[in-house]
């Protein structure tokens, strides 16, 4: 375990030292900032709620960022207990406020994988893929600010994907039976 922490330590100060520029900084603070306690995500999908094509996408969203919110900062975060890079790792700048909570797994990456994989399960066209380069972003960017190892945000966007998935299947099973009702 020791050996993947140093690993994981040393790609997130290579992603320091080589990718972090006075230009990009400000982009990343703005689009981690976005993925706080889901906000972009929940923004979304009450932007969908409002229209009838997309309206059961909005549900799955808000339903998905509730089950990672659930699954990820409440159970898995307290279950694991793990320190948070900044905290460990010598040279490491931390470009964010210092969090509260434990760092396993991203909850950044989980509410971002988990509404945009419900948005994808939802949505029809080509363009549904599109809430994925947004979540890529965001859980990049825990990785950019320092707040979170890569395993981190890989477990995040793993679970995430998951209650996408989850509640992407439940609201498709309500919108059959609302419609069937409806006698569509």
Same mark, same amino acid.
């Given at each position: 375990?020791?050996?993947?922490?140093?690993?994981?330590?040393?790609?997130?100060?290579?992603?320091?030292?080589?990718?972090?520029?006075?230009?990009?900084?400000?982009?990343?603070?703005?689009?981690?900032?976005?993925?706080?306690?889901?906000?972009?995500?929940?923004?979304?999908?009450?932007?969908?709620?409002?229209?009838?094509?997309?309206?059961?996408?909005?549900?799955?969203?808000?339903?998905?960022?509730?089950?990672?919110?659930?699954?990820?900062?409440?159970?898995?975060?307290?279950?694991?207990?793990?320190?948070?890079?900044?905290?460990?790792?010598?040279?490491?700048?931390?470009?964010?406020?210092?969090?509260?909570?434990?760092?396993?797994?991203?909850?950044?990456?989980?509410?971002?994988? &988990?509404?945009?994989?419900?948005?994808?399960?939802?949505?029809?066209?080509?363009?549904?893929?599109?809430?994925?380069?947004?979540?890529?972003?965001?859980?990049?960017?825990?990785?950019?600010?320092?707040?979170?190892?890569?395993?981190?945000?890989?477990?995040?966007?793993?679970?995430?994907?998951?209650?996408?998935? &989850? &509640?992407?299947?439940?609201?498709?099973?309500?919108?059959?039976?609302?419609?069937?009702?409806?006698?569509?």
């Amino acid at each position: 375990m020791e050996a993947l922490q140093m690993a994981e330590g040393s790609i997130l100060l290579w992603i320091q030292e080589f990718l972090r520029t006075d230009w990009l900084t400000p982009g990343m603070l703005t689009i981690t900032k976005l993925g706080s306690m889901g906000f972009i995500w929940v923004v979304l999908s009450l932007v969908f709620l409002c229209f009838k094509k997309t309206r059961w996408a909005g549900a799955a969203g808000l339903l998905a960022v509730f089950f990672s919110l659930v699954f990820n900062n409440y159970f898995l975060k307290n279950l694991f207990e793990r320190i948070r890079p900044y905290e460990v790792i010598d040279g490491l700048t931390l470009l964010v406020h210092r969090a509260s909570d434990f760092s396993f797994p991203s909850g950044h990456a989980g509410t971002s994988f &988990a509404a945009a994989t419900a948005f994808c399960w939802m949505l029809r066209g080509r363009f549904r893929w599109l809430p994925y380069v947004l979540a890529f972003l965001i859980a990049f960017s825990r990785l950019y600010v320092g707040i979170h190892y890569p395993t981190d945000v890989l477990c995040g966007m793993l679970t995430g994907s998951l209650c996408g998935i &989850a &509640a992407g299947m439940l609201i498709h099973k309500v919108q059959s039976k609302w419609e069937t009702l409806r006698g569509r």
